[in-house]
């Protein structure tokens, strides 16, 4: 048994030791190849804004505005879902890069000494000095036209007796001009990666407008919520302090002989059984509280995540209830949805894929052509000869020009790769348009339950409120025949049961509204409008 015990410890020993030499290894090949081991950390995230403007005695108060607004400063969603308008903006920067001008320039310094082999290489041994200049510019323009020119400029010093030259100085200035006739000719098939990114860019707009609108129903919902659960256990409390006013009624009729004994206890477990509904309504409307709290960003500082939260917005709805039908409803849903707008520049998109698609079908004709200036100045070694003159005046003056052009054509006999892109862009078409029509039907479906909820929500409300009316009449009818010995205690509890779910109903029937008037704007796209709310144009 100790050999089996120093077995294990001598292992995990080794394996603690290998581990701590990986780690040291790996620390030194960081340091060989310049990886600091104090890297600078990132800059740390914003903290949650305008939360502090809506404390009040110690708790947050709140409007369902002031809840929107908070969800659309503090909402890590949203702040997800805006890197995708960034990086579309990105993309679009990117997609002018092909036209972007290019300067380039280099200098060299070549000294070089060689024996020599025979009398005609002018020394013994041959010492050359290379000194060489390039500067070049080089451009191509949404046309397709591709410009191009360069400079240069060697100075050569040799010992070489026979050199006629000596040092000198050649130069020459050339500009050249290359032009697709075919594949690449025109506009478009430059442009076209601009113009795809642009639509990527709208695209991502609408699918970010999309989003936030999906956000502000999810805050107005959440805020409801916790209205709900908040008037639901004041509802529940008062059951309990009614079904606690019976009980303490029957312990009075028990102690006076006027009671039963075993019906006590009826009351007695109404109460228990009504201090257990307080419960749950308490710890219910703690879980809804901080569901609200992550969506307005409450969460993310202790300071305001222990706040008790004070919702001012009441639920029963105020002046004339809204009414509207489906097809009206649809109409606006169809011009406003960012959903549909998204898939149609989609679309748009495809159609550019398209196009460019049959443009690399074509075959490659390029003209070219090209003008130049060469000069020549230096020390001339020949007895009597004349001076050679300025090589860069020779050079810009044209002195010595040349020029030429040439047509070239690259004709591929079959083209897979390119035929296989058009038939992707074809097919991501098709995918595309069947993603619209979803997108529809999903949007129909949308404003057909949100009229339908609109519409059962009013009437409940408007039943609700009589059933609630009824309820404590019968409860006044109930207590009063018990006080006058009719009735026993079970009429008097079970009427207080049905006042409490009378009551929860009609709340509930009120939250359901707001919910649907919310829902009815979010199948229109209508809601970011009616809370007043603007994105922002994205910076083209």
Same mark, same amino acid.
């Given at each position: 048994?100790?050999?089996?015990? =120093? =077995?294990?410890?001598?292992?995990?020993?080794?394996?603690?030791?290998?581990?701590?030499?990986?780690?040291? !290894?790996?620390?030194?090949?960081?340091?060989?190849?310049?990886?600091? $081991?104090?890297?600078?950390?990132?800059?740390?995230?914003?903290?949650?804004?305008?939360?502090?403007?809506?404390?009040?005695? $110690?708790?947050?108060?709140?409007?369902?505005?002031?809840?929107?607004?908070?969800?659309?400063?503090?909402?890590?969603?949203?702040?997800?879902?805006?890197?995708?308008?960034?990086?579309?903006?990105?993309?679009?920067?990117?997609?002018?890069?092909?036209?972007?001008?290019?300067?380039?320039?280099?200098?060299?310094?070549?000294?070089?000494?060689?024996?020599?082999?025979?009398?005609?290489?002018?020394?013994?041994?041959?010492?050359?000095?290379?000194?060489?200049?390039?500067? $070049? *510019?080089?451009?191509? =323009?949404?046309?397709?036209?591709?410009?191009?020119?360069?400079?240069?400029?060697?100075?050569?010093?040799?010992? !070489?007796?026979?050199?006629?030259?000596?040092?000198?100085?050649?130069?020459?200035?050339?500009?050249?001009?290359?032009?697709? +006739?075919?594949?690449?000719?025109? +506009?478009?098939?430059?442009?076209?990666?601009?113009?795809?990114?642009?639509?990527?860019?709208?695209?991502?707009?609408?699918? #970010?407008?999309?989003?936030?609108?999906?956000?502000?129903?999810?805050?107005?919902?959440?805020?409801?919520?916790?209205?709900?659960?908040?008037?639901?256990?004041?509802?529940?409390?008062?059951?309990?302090?009614?079904?606690?006013?019976?009980?303490?009624?029957?312990?009075?009729?028990?102690?006076?002989?006027?009671?039963?004994?075993?019906?006590?206890?009826?009351?007695?477990?109404?109460?228990?059984?009504?201090?257990?509904?307080?419960?749950?309504?308490?710890?219910?409307?703690?879980?809804?509280?901080?569901? #609200?709290?992550?969506?307005?960003?409450?969460?993310? !500082?202790?300071? #305001?995540?222990?706040?008790?939260?004070?919702?001012?917005?009441?639920?029963?709805? +105020?002046?004339?209830?809204?009414?509207?039908?489906?097809?009206?409803?649809?109409?606006?849903?169809?011009?406003?949805?960012?959903?549909?707008?998204?898939?149609?520049?989609?679309?748009?998109?495809?159609?550019?894929?398209?196009?460019?698609?049959?443009?690399?079908?074509?075959?490659?004709?390029?003209?070219?052509?090209?003008?130049?200036?060469?000069?020549?100045?230096?020390?001339?070694?020949?007895?009597?000869?004349?001076?050679?003159?300025?090589?860069?005046?020779?050079?810009?003056?044209?002195?010595?020009?040349? *020029? $030429?052009?040439?047509?070239?054509?690259?004709?591929?006999?079959?083209?897979?790769?390119?035929?296989?892109?058009?038939?992707?862009?074809?097919?991501?078409?098709?995918?595309?348009?069947?993603?619209? @029509? @979803?997108?529809?039907?999903?949007?129909?479906?949308?404003?057909?339950?949100?009229?339908?909820?609109?519409?059962?929500?009013?009437?409940?409300?408007?039943?609700?409120?009589?059933?609630?009316?009824?309820?404590?009449?019968?409860?006044?009818?109930?207590?009063?025949?018990?006080?006058?010995?009719?009735?026993?205690?079970?009429?008097?509890?079970?009427?207080?049961?049905?006042?409490?779910?009378?009551?929860?109903?009609?709340?509930?029937?009120?939250?359901?509204?707001?919910?649907?008037?919310?829902?009815?704007?979010?199948?229109?796209?209508?809601?970011?409008?009616?809370?007043?709310?603007?994105?922002?144009?994205?910076?083209?």
């Amino acid at each position: 048994m100790k050999a089996l015990r =120093f =077995f294990f410890a001598l292992a995990t020993l080794t394996l603690t030791l290998s581990s701590t030499m990986r780690a040291q !290894d790996s620390s030194r090949a960081e340091r060989y190849l310049g990886i600091s $081991g104090h890297q600078k950390p990132a800059a740390p995230l914003p903290a949650p804004q305008g939360l502090q403007d809506h404390v009040a005695n $110690g708790k947050l108060v709140l409007s369902l505005d002031d809840s929107i607004r908070l969800a659309l400063s503090n909402n890590t969603d949203i702040r997800l879902d805006r890197s995708q308008i960034e990086f579309a903006q990105d993309n679009l920067h990117r997609a002018f890069g092909p036209f972007d001008p290019l300067v380039t320039s280099s200098f060299s310094d070549n000294r070089a000494k060689s024996p020599t082999i025979t009398q005609i290489q002018g020394a013994p041994v041959l010492d050359t000095l290379s000194q060489t200049t390039t500067l $070049g *510019y080089a451009q191509t =323009f949404q046309t397709g036209t591709n410009f191009q020119t360069s400079f240069n400029t060697n100075k050569l010093s040799t010992n !070489d007796s026979l050199s006629l030259v000596n040092p000198s100085l050649a130069s020459y200035l050339q500009f050249t001009v290359k032009q697709p +006739l075919l594949r690449n000719f025109g +506009l478009f098939p430059n442009r076209a990666p601009i113009l795809i990114a642009q639509r990527n860019l709208n695209q991502a707009s609408a699918v #970010f407008q999309g989003e936030v609108n999906d956000i502000i129903l999810q805050a107005v919902a959440n805020y409801w919520n916790v209205v709900l659960a908040r008037e639901s256990l004041v509802v529940q409390r008062k059951s309990l302090e009614e079904a606690q006013k019976s009980y303490d009624h029957d312990k009075k009729a028990l102690g006076l002989g006027a009671l039963p004994p075993l019906d006590i206890y009826r009351s007695e477990s109404q109460v228990a059984s009504r201090r257990v509904g307080v419960i749950q309504a308490e710890y219910a409307l703690k879980q809804t509280e901080d569901i #609200f709290r992550q969506v307005i960003g409450a969460d993310l !500082d202790p300071s #305001f995540r222990v706040l008790d939260l004070e919702l001012t917005d009441q639920p029963e709805p +105020l002046g004339t209830l809204p009414s509207t039908d489906i097809a009206t409803t649809l109409a606006r849903a169809l011009a406003n949805r960012p959903e549909l707008e998204a898939t149609r520049q989609q679309l748009a998109g495809d159609e550019l894929n398209i196009r460019l698609a049959h443009n690399n079908l074509k075959p490659d004709l390029e003209l070219s052509g090209y003008y130049s200036g060469n000069g020549l100045g230096g020390t001339n070694t020949t007895v009597g000869s004349p001076p050679l003159g300025n090589g860069l005046n020779q050079v810009f003056r044209f002195t010595y020009p040349a *020029y $030429g052009a040439s047509l070239s054509l690259n004709l591929p006999i079959k083209n897979h790769s390119a035929e296989a892109n058009l038939a992707d862009a074809s097919v991501s078409r098709s995918h595309d348009q069947y993603q619209q @029509r @979803r997108t529809t039907q999903n949007i129909t479906l949308d404003v057909t339950n949100a009229v339908h909820a609109l519409e059962q929500a009013k009437l409940s409300m408007e039943a609700s409120k009589v059933a609630l009316d009824l309820a404590q009449k019968s409860l006044h009818a109930d207590e009063r025949k018990y006080e006058l010995g009719a009735e026993t205690v079970f009429f008097v509890l079970d009427a207080q049961t049905q006042l409490a779910q009378a009551a929860l109903n009609l709340i509930q029937s009120q939250v359901n509204f707001q919910i649907a008037v919310a829902q009815l704007d979010h199948s229109t796209g209508d809601l970011l409008e009616h809370h007043h709310v603007q994105i922002a144009e994205p910076i083209r």
